[in-house]
């Protein structure tokens, strides 16, 4: 098969379109033939080797595919040829402590499709039978595949962790990121009120158009100051946060009382300071997600049939142009979700 791999770490320039040695499923899993691919912001993370593969290199990136059922395992039922499917992209052991408690994502055993096997930046893709769910026909294949990790983390950081009410104030970091415009979307469908980041004001419609209350440019204005205006000196009830550094460290100022902050990323830098005071004096919660359960993808396709949740897509490529796709994300210049399809 053709695949969009890397065989050392570094930048876009790093990727290689070229052949690729063919999946072979294993009895319990599935082939699928990729019809889209979302970019993550965890695939620059594993190409510039922040979080290099555990399985090594060469690898391919690729952790949000839609596509086709080409071949399934010799135990696996139910699933026709040629079904349109959606990956769910976290594997679980099914017997470590955290998975018979339920709670799969923090398996110690964990995987993610497109970091510790490859993904989908290629016309093949294996996963087991247990992560392949159908997509509905009212999703295109290119909105299916900005939903696996961006909008289901985004969906279980809000909704599950932060337990989001309606009436409350949320600022969500980057509105132009996946992450962001799915966050924001899905605190709307909360009932809750939203401030959002930009990085450059040809952002603040699209940000608005998604449902933010309140716009700020983090390059030209302080984002903790916009929001004590914007909440009347209080601060937000959550913060969804995925930058790292200073951004988190200035998240943490932005909470009011009582106040949570979701950390689903660290896309610019793995470390976040914390003025500790802020977060006892005002008994902060700092609550870590880890994509979210097959359920909740469910829940998702289930809104998004009814026209409720639509993941923001910026542009699509071919998989043989990966190099300009990542290059596109690297710079910034997205608005939504960046695709591959073969
Ligand atoms: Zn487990």
């Known amino acids: ?31 699928v033939r990729v019809r889209a691919c979302g970019l993550n912001g965890v695939d620059l993370l594993l190409l510039d080797g922040r979080f290099p593969p555990p399985e090594g290199l060469p690898h391919v990136n ?9 071949a399934t395992g010799a135990q696996v039922r139910g699933l026709a040829t040629g079904a349109r499917v959606i990956v769910f992209p ?8 955290y998975c018979l408690r339920g709670e799969r994502t923090v398996c110690v055993r964990y995987g993610y499709l497109g970091a510790h096997r490859d993904g989908g930046y290629a016309e ?38 932060a337990d989001l009410r309606p009436g409350q104030t949320v600022l969500v970091q980057a509105a132009g990121s996946g992450v962001g415009s799915a966050a924001i ?69 932005a909470l009011t009382r009582l106040g949570k902050l979701v950390t689903i990323g660290s896309h610019d830098t793995h470390w976040g300071r914390v003025d500790l005071r802020h977060v006892y004096s005002k008994n902060l919660r700092i609550l870590g997600t880890n994509l979210g359960s097959i359920l909740e993808l469910r829940t998702i396709l ?41």
């Not at 976290?90 to 402590?97: D, K, V, W």
């Open 1 to 31: 098969m053709r695949a969009a791999f890397f065989k050392e770490h570094g930048g876009a320039e790093k990727l290689l379109y070229d052949d690729y040695r063919d999946p072979v499923p294993a009895p319990d899993e599935v082939l």
């Open 124 to 161: 093949l893709v294996r996963a087991p039978a247990a992560n392949i769910l159908p997509l509905p026909d009212a999703i295109p294949f290119e909105a299916g595949a900005a939903v696996p990790l961006a909008m289901l983390t985004s969906w279980h950081g809000l909704v599950a962790q």
């Open 302 to 342: 289930d809104y998004m049939v009814a026209g409720r949740l639509k993941p923001v897509i910026d542009r699509t490529f071919p998989l043989r142009e990966a190099r300009a796709a990542v290059q596109h994300v690297l710079d910034r210049r997205n608005k939504g979700k960046v695709l591959l399809v073969p």
């Open 185 to 253: 979307q899905i605190a709307r469908l909360c009932g809750a009120r939203v401030i959002t980041t930009v990085g450059s004001d040809d952002k603040i419609e699209f940000a608005k158009a998604l449902g933010a209350e309140h716009v700020v440019n983090y390059r030209t204005q302080d984002f903790v100051e916009e929001t004590k205006t914007w909440t009347g000196k209080r601060g937000v009830d959550v913060v969804v946060e995925h930058i790292g550094g200073a951004t988190f460290e200035r998240s943490i100022q």
């Open 62 to 70: 690729g952790c949000e595919v839609t596509g086709t059922v080409e």
């Open 90 to 97: 976290g594997f679980a052991c099914g017997t470590c402590e």
